[in-house]
C-alpha cells in the first residue's frame, strides 16, 4: 500500500497517547490517540488502520500475561501490534506477546526515532524485539515448542475413545454429561479421564484440557 502509514496509538492517559500521536504526525505518519482498547478496536474496525501502538498497561490487563491470552495481547484488531513496554518490570511478558502475535516490543523510554524504525519495520511485516531480550524470547519459544511437540506425541497416544472424552471435557461437559452423550457409564467416563491424565502427564482434568486447547485438538467428541 503506499502513502504513509496509519497509526492508532492507545495509552491509559489520553494526553500522552495525544502527544505521542502529534509525534508520529510529524513525522510523516497519520497519527490517532485512543484512551482505551475498545476505542482502538473500533477505530480498527471501522478501517483506516495499519499498526496499532498501545501501552503494555491497556495490553496485559486484558489477559496477555503468562497465560498466553492472545485476545489479550490485541490479535482480535486484525492489525500488527506493538507494544509499549515498562522497561525490566514486564519485560518478562514478551515471550507471551510473541506467542501471541504482537510484532513489536519497544521499551517507553526509546527515542520517537526507534519508535518510527520499528513501526515502518513492522509494516514491512518484520518483528522487532530488543536485542538484550531477543536471547530469552528465542528460547523459550524453543522451549514452548518443544514442549508442544511432546504434548502433541502424548495426544497422539489416547485412543478414539480417550480423544472423544477429552473433546467432551474441552466442551465443558460433565461427566455424567458425557456419559449421556457417548453412551457410558459414569464410572466408564471417569476411567476414561483417569487413563487419558496419565498418557497426558498431568494431575487434573483441568490441566489437560488446558494442553488440549493450547494444542488445538478438535472437540469432535462434544458435536451430537
Known sequence: MSGPIRVVVADRRRAVASLLAAGLEQSGLVSRAAAGMAE??????????????????????????????????GREFGVP???????????????????????????KDSSLAHLLAVIRGVHR????????????????????????????????????????????????????????HLFLSTNTVRTHVQNLMVKLDVHSSVAAVALAHRLGLPGDGAQP
Not at 478496536?41 to 501501552?55: H, I, K, P, Q, S
Not at 501490534?81 to 521499551?107: C, M, N
Not at 515448542?145 to 497422539?156: K, Q
Open 125 to 180: 511485516g518484520e518483528t522487532w524485539v530488543p536485542p538484550l531480550l531477543l536471547t530469552r524470547v528465542v528460547a523459550e519459544l524453543v522451549a514452548r515448542r518443544d514442549e508442544d511437540d511432546e504434548g502433541a506425541e502424548r495426544l497422539a497416544s489416547l485412543t478414539v475413545r480417550e480423544r472423544e472424552v477429552l473433546g467432551c471435557l474441552c466442551a465443558g461437559m460433565s461427566r455424567p454429561e458425557i456419559g449421556r
Open 81 to 107: 501490534v506493538i507494544v509499549l513496554s515498562e522497561g525490566a518490570g514486564t519485560d518478562e511478558l514478551a515471550p507471551a506477546a510473541v506467542r501471541a502475535g504482537v510484532r513489536g516490543w519497544v521499551p
Open 40 to 73: 482502538v478496536r473500533r477505530l480498527a474496525e471501522a478501517g483506516g488502520t495499519d499498526v496499532v501502538v498501545a501501552d503494555i498497561g491497556l495490553l496485559a490487563g486484558r489477559g496477555g500475561g503468562a497465560a498466553d491470552g492472545q485476545r489479550g495481547w
